[in-house]
């Protein structure tokens, strides 16, 4: 199980995810441009002393994180307000990638094609979204919480 971040553009959201994947195990991947540098004071705060142990691969472009993955064969399941699946009703593999949106854009239409599924974390209607590190968390906790108990 790993987690993709497309795009990503609030410095503090990519290093509490990024955080949460250390501490899950989860191996990350940050899909480029990002709207900051890594070396950004307000990422490495929010990433604290967890970002040495974390897998982290960027991938320069869409195009090249998706060469990537089918040569991997990984499955990619795409958050997001537009879906109708609830992520609580799908089924996870450990080879998911569980792909989060830019914050300010979300995802482009090629990204929307491109997913195997397209999943939505249901929210009380005239409200927007959830924080994408605290949809992370959800859906990471999901997902995990399913490949520990199969039979659920």
Same mark, same amino acid.
């Given at each position: 199980m790993q987690i993709a971040l497309f795009q990503p553009?609030?410095?503090?959201?990519? !290093?509490?995810i990024l955080r949460l994947c250390a501490c899950l195990g989860m191996a990350a991947h940050i899909i480029e441009p990002a709207g900051f540098p890594f070396s950004d004071r307000l990422f490495r705060r /929010? !990433?604290?002393?967890y970002l040495d142990h974390v897998?982290?691969?960027?991938? *320069?472009?869409?195009s090249k994180f998706e060469d990537w993955r089918a040569t991997?064969?990984?499955?990619?399941? $795409? %958050?997001?307000?537009?879906?109708?699946?609830?992520?609580?009703? %799908?089924h996870y593999q450990t080879a998911? &990638?569980?792909? %989060? !949106?830019?914050?300010s854009a979300g995802v482009? *239409?090629?990204?929307?094609e491109a997913a195997d599924a397209r999943l939505v &974390?249901? &929210?009380?209607?005239? $409200?927007?979204?959830?924080?994408?590190?605290?949809?992370?968390?959800?859906?990471? !906790?999901? /997902?995990?919480?399913?490949l520990r108990n199969p039979q659920v």
């Amino acid at each position: 199980m790993q987690i993709a971040l497309f795009q990503p553009d609030i410095a503090q959201n990519t !290093g509490t995810i990024l955080r949460l994947c250390a501490c899950l195990g989860m191996a990350a991947h940050i899909i480029e441009p990002a709207g900051f540098p890594f070396s950004d004071r307000l990422f490495r705060r /929010a !990433g604290m002393d967890y970002l040495d142990h974390v897998s982290v691969t960027r991938h *320069d472009s869409w195009s090249k994180f998706e060469d990537w993955r089918a040569t991997q064969g990984y499955r990619l399941l $795409l %958050f997001t307000t537009k879906a109708a699946t609830d992520y609580r009703d %799908f089924h996870y593999q450990t080879a998911d &990638i569980l792909l %989060f !949106g830019r914050e300010s854009a979300g995802v482009t *239409d090629a990204v929307v094609e491109a997913a195997d599924a397209r999943l939505v &974390i249901p &929210i009380n209607a005239g $409200l927007r979204s959830l924080n994408v590190a605290m949809t992370a968390a959800m859906a990471a !906790g999901e /997902a995990l919480r399913q490949l520990r108990n199969p039979q659920v």
